[in-house]
């Protein structure tokens, strides 16, 4: 079996990466820091390779789809991704323009081309990693939660027409991590006990992707938040709103 | 509010060459406001194109979406203009077509003029839409409520906006107010410039003057979502503007 994972350095790619490694899949690890991937390179031999791709550069995303001609694979998880929070109007537009590269450009473009290269195994399967946020809104995150909208939008969208090509389709909306990236953007002085370990959510991930599950809301608080999400999603934004962008220091891009 | 005196507004409305933008801002500059409209073509004379002297046309092509923000808020300056009452991004271009057969470039594209340049607009112009406490108004499409396999990339940026709108208007509540309205499928040349005739389904689709109404409808009620169906569209046909109002 062969899986190919993107921004698989830390967090949760990481932790899918190592989860796939260790069910005897082989994986082609994809990340901008491809220094922090070498341990699991020298751990698990030939079974990982790691490849450079700089998600947020089209011509960096589109020669990783050159390395891995001829690969079929049975498995995709288009994980990278980035976040920007505080004021909308404190981001500097830069900041945007990459965040919608790595969140929303590079996974229609990888997806899309997976396709049309005929680099799926039959069944095989492509993973979106969307956001909790899509149920929820994000005031102070309001292009990051755009982009992962847009991202569970496309892949709504794919469903369909990548079925009659054999490729199935699996979108998540995990909520928060344990990883550095939620350290980094999750308000002062919050606390990590409810945020899932990025282990048991990439083992709810793979169990899920070897069922036929569509979305996929990992874990009971994201199930809860999904159906508050959607049964009051007015007040659901504003409790984003009082929970997060009300307590936010300043601007992390 | 200010908003709703009887004066001249200040309005600002991209993609305005054509199609839903052109009828909208020809349909406010008849009731007495000022538009600045931008698009993608150069226009040779504002007054004999858009037939009225309210209209201010500048060049900016979202496809650099840096550069058209930039473009505008110094014609902005050099118009004078130190608030906005209305904006409403409305430029975008689709493709349609199975989705593994969408290029790379296209998808780029779409990305760029759909959904990067306004996220970059709506920047720029927060400081006059504050001084205003006016309305930001973003063009969706309706394709969003299901899934498009035929036009995958412009549905996600129509969705993105959508998101955008539902977080930026909880961060923006009590400085200006943020809405998105969604048309949908409007007898404009919008699909035979994305690469198709829909032949004589085009006869189906909703006619671009019943669209802009219902869009001028709920601008005036401050509805922050609003899917344009056609029965929304029928029944704002019987509404009554005052002059002078938005
Ligand atoms: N027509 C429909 O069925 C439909 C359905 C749902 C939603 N919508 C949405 O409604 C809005 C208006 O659509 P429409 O039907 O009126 O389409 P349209 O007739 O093609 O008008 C689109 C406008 O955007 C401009 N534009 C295109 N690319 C641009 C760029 N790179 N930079 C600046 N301006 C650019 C066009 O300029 P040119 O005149 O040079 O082409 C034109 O003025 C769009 O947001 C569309 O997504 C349309």
Redesign the interface.
Known sequence: MKALVTGAAKGLGRALTEELLQRGYEVIAADVETERLEDLGIAHGGACSIRFADMSN?SSV?RLLDSVDGVKFDLVVLNAGVSATG???EIP?FA??KL?DIN??AP??L???L??LQAMAKGGKIVFVSSLS?AM???????Y??????????A???????KK?GVRVLTVFPGPMVTEQAEKHAPPGSSAEKRMAPEKMARIILAASRRRSRELYPGYRAYAAMLLGKTF?TLA??L??KGI?DKLDGPVY | MGRNQRRSHNILITGATDGIGLLLAKAYAARGHQILATGRRSVADDEAFFGTPSITYVTADQSDPEHAAQTITSTLSELGWKELDLVVLNGAVGWVGPPEEESTGKISEQIDINFKAPVHFALALSPLLFQAKGRLVFIGSSAITKGRGGFATYCATKAALDGLVRSLAEEWRGRASVSILHPGPTRTEMLRKAGVDPGWKRLLFTAPKRVVKAIQVSIRRGEQRRILSRFFCFRCRFTWFQEGRL
């Open positions: 089209t589109l004021k909308f109007e537009t945007y323009d919608i929303l450009r229609i473009v997806a899309s081309s396709v049309r899509h809104g994000y005031p102070g995150a309001s292009v939660s755009a982009s992962k909208d847009g991202l569970a939008q496309y709504k969208s794919v469903r369909k027409p990548f090509a999603p934004t504003r984003m709103r962008f």
